[in-house]
């Protein structure tokens, strides 16, 4: 999947089709390295390297097996 950016807000990615719940998961999952906050403020958004869901994504759908 082709992203117009490298880093993307949730909001940006829930137009692309991703679920909000999903990225949310994602997001709060332990030693992730993908997704971060712009400050540590209670509303402050939630920005993601896109390379990481897309790969994640892949993995969770079986999608990134031997491609290698």
């Known amino acids: 999947m082709e992203y117009p ?3 993307m807000r949730i909001s940006e990615l829930t137009e692309m089709g ?5 990225l949310l998961r994602v997001y709060r999952r332990r030693n992730q390295t993908v997704a971060w906050k ?4 209670r509303n402050s958004p939630i ?3 896109t390379e990481g ?3 994640i ?5 079986g ?3 031997g491609e290698d």
């Open 5 to 7: 950016k490298s880093v």
């Open 18 to 22: 991703f679920s909000e719940n999903w």
């Open 38 to 41: 712009i400050s540590p403020k």
């Open 47 to 49: 920005l993601f390297d």
């Open 53 to 55: 869901p897309e790969k």
């Open 57 to 61: 994504r892949l993995a969770e759908c």
């Open 63 to 65: 999608g990134g097996r």
